[in-house]
């Protein structure tokens, strides 16, 4: 998902939406806006759909009035797949004693679960089946005498990953989890203030980036500027590495590091790990371009688009249905024949995760008539499932976890696969020494299993690490 809030700028809703479009990638089902002005109260809107199709038209930016408002774009990983039910959508709405809060969450909760039948318990009603509700809820048991306090002793009882915007009648809160799984920075736009869960949400506004909400912070920002806390033991910090390989946008900085450097230099890790004579190089788009043209530069074998991709088609793996996904693929993409044919073609893409993608690219090359076709890929096989935020399916639907990578290459049918090792991928976003397994500096459980957080709704439905 992605979120993002401004204070201080007047009509804050339009930015948010803006802001809500440059974040559009991050989750394409559904968005929310939250305004809130001293003569109208809250106000929100929340529909399913591009955020271009839904946050734009007078009628409907009219209702939010304000200088404070927040979003988010919703993709869902907990709650409600697929026909997600517009209760989920967030932000979500508290009235507290001491008056109104809405927040907005990315990521996801790994005792969600467990938290959710103790407050039902407890007396608490549920409105949506999000995970992201749980907070609300921890927030209104709080004795705690204003707003930040009771997020903070919220937020101190859930586990996983978060990065929320926040928002009540006078302040915009940014938090991020201890390990700062999920990204969130800081921007200045004239006298106000945004949060957003990637600099290009800032860009879109004219807003300067300022610095990163750092992991296990807190910033309440008002008219007299920004205040930090620090209201979670200090751990050391595990930021996802598949933001950078494919979460992200490319033109963002995620860590003081250009997205787009990082996914060139996975392809050039890639070329040296795992060289192969070849004609040409081509990027599954949008995904693989980046590390195409580091794999290009590297190797010195020419960069060329031999598939095409149709720009109205969104996201394939984040259409939540398989059959959707399925279509998905033809639907978005096509091959340059002209090009194509009896050429011997390098396919760089960014992960296999279920290999829907990569089998049907491999069938519409050769029945274009390609002489060779070599996968390179820009991630590790993902063998293990995310529970932080990123939709991984279970397990058994994981071709990497059933699979050794010769197996895998004889099943999407390919004359070679490589994927880069997590050690090349440390190396591309600048660790020179590679993966130290004693202190990994990122989260990459979907790779290695290694889980900086358990998730133990799920080791109690039965998911064995
Ligand atoms: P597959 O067809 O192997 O199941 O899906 C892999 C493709 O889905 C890749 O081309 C990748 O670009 C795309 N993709 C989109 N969203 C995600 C995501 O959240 N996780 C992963 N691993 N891949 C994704
Ligand atoms: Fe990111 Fe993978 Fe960790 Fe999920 S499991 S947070 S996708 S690195
Ligand atoms: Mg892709």
């Not at 999920?182 to 945004?194: F, K």
């Not at 598949?242 to 050039?268: A, C, K, M, N, W």
Request: with cysteine; proline share 5%; aromatic share 8%.
């Amino acid at each position: 998902c992605g979120v993002f809030g401004v204070i201080g700028v007047c009509d804050a809703a339009n930015f948010v939406a803006l802001g809500m479009h440059a974040l559009q990638h991050r989750g394409q089902e559904a968005g929310g806006i939250v305004a809130y002005d001293p003569e109208h109260g809250f106000n929100s809107a929340r529909r399913f759909g591009y955020v271009r199709d839904n946050f734009t038209d007078p009628a409907t930016m009219s209702t939010l009035p304000g200088a404070l408002a927040i979003g988010h774009v919703r993709y869902s990983t907990a709650g409600s797949k697929g026909a997600t039910a517009i209760r989920d959508v967030q932000p979500f709405f508290g009235e507290f004693a001491m008056g109104g809060a809405a927040i907005a969450h990315n990521g996801n909760l790994t005792n969600a679960a467990a938290l959710r039948r103790e407050l039902i318990e407890r007396g608490s009603i549920f409105q949506s089946s999000s995970d992201s509700e749980c907070i609300i809820h921890l927030m209104a048991r709080s004795i705690q005498k204003n707003i930040p306090e009771r997020m903070k002793d919220a937020l101190r009882r859930v586990e996983g990953a978060f990065s929320v915007v926040a928002m009540t009648r006078t302040k915009l809160i940014g938090v991020r989890d201890p390990l700062g799984v999920r990204p969130l920075v800081i921007g200045r736009i004239g006298e106000g203030w945004a949060l957003s869960s990637e600099t290009c949400g800032l860009d879109i506004i004219g807003a300067e980036f300022i610095r990163e909400v750092e992991p296990g912070e807190m910033v309440v920002i008002d008219e007299k500027g920004i205040e930090s806390f620090h209201p979670f033991d200090r751990r050391a910090a595990r930021f996802c590495i598949f933001e950078h390989v494919y979460f992200s946008r490319p033109d963002s900085i995620l860590g003081g590091r250009s997205v787009y450097e990082t996914r060139r230099q996975i392809g050039v890790e890639l070329a040296k790990e795992a060289p192969v004579d070849a004609d040409l190089v081509c990027p599954v788009p949008d995904s693989g371009t980046p590390a195409a043209i580091g794999f290009s530069q590297q190797s010195g074998i020419p960069y060329a688009m031999g598939i095409i991709r149709n720009q109205y088609m969104g996201r394939t793996f984040i259409e939540p249905t398989e059959q959707i996904r399925n279509m998905g693929v033809r639907l978005k993409l096509n091959v340059n024949r002209a090009l194509i044919k009896g050429k011997r073609v390098i396919l760089v893409d960014d992960s296999v995760v279920r290999g829907t993608t990569s089998r049907k690219i491999k069938d519409m090359i050769l029945d274009a008539g390609a002489a060779e076709v070599h996968f390179r890929i820009a991630s590790p096989p993902t063998a293990w499932p995310c529970f932080y935020g990123v939709d991984t399916p279970e397990r058994a639907k994981l071709l990497a976890a059933n699979m050794s990578e010769d197996e895998m290459r004889d099943w999407i049918g390919v004359d070679s696969l490589r994927f880069i090792s997590l050690d090349g991928l440390y190396r591309a976003v600048g660790e020179a020494a590679g993966r130290d397994p004693k202190a990994p500096r990122y989260c990459d459980a979907c790779f290695s299993g290694d889980y900086p957080v358990a998730p133990s709704d799920k080791i109690d439905q039965g998911f064995e690490m």
